[in-house]
């Protein structure tokens, strides 16, 4: 099982980035499917997730309104749409894939199984 970030890049305060997830290995569309990030000497923090069913949606108060989860199953595929970027926004960006994730889980680390490698996300001033 693997899982590929990508997107990442420098931009401007108030611009947008869209990431993707490309997971291979395995089919994920029964699966909870999350975005975590970590910036320098911080704990990583969740982002936004999806159920297991797909038909919830969750984000962190941070991103709340700026910030849109996707997936497209045939694809294998999910997204994080980034809008209104703050530098504050800067971390490494992680996917992760949650076969077994329970909704009161979907918002932790310990919740998933599978983890992509990260990609950067730089927002400058």
């Known amino acids: 099982v693997q899982l590929q970030a990508s997107g990442g890049g420098l931009v401007q305060a108030g611009g947008s980035l869209r990431l993707s997830c490309a997971a291979s290995?395995?089919?994920?569309?029964?699966?909870?499917m999350g975005w975590f990030r970590q910036a320098p000497g911080k704990e990583r923090e969740f982002v936004a997730g999806?159920?297991?069913?797909?038909?919830?949606?969750y984000y962190g108060d941070s991103v709340k309104g700026r910030f849109t989860i996707s997936r497209d199953n045939a694809k294998n595929t999910m997204y994080l749409q980034m809008n209104s970027l703050k530098p504050e926004d800067t971390a490494v960006y992680y996917c992760?894939?949650?076969?077994?994730?329970?909704?009161?889980?979907?918002?932790?680390?310990?919740?998933?199984?599978?983890w992509g490698q990260g990609t950067q996300v730089t927002v400058s001033s």
């Open positions: 999806f159920s297991r069913t797909g038909g919830f949606t």
């Open positions: 992760a894939v949650g076969p077994r994730t329970i909704t009161s889980m979907i918002r932790s680390e310990r919740g998933y199984d599978y």
């Open positions: 290995g395995r089919t994920f569309s029964s699966s909870a």
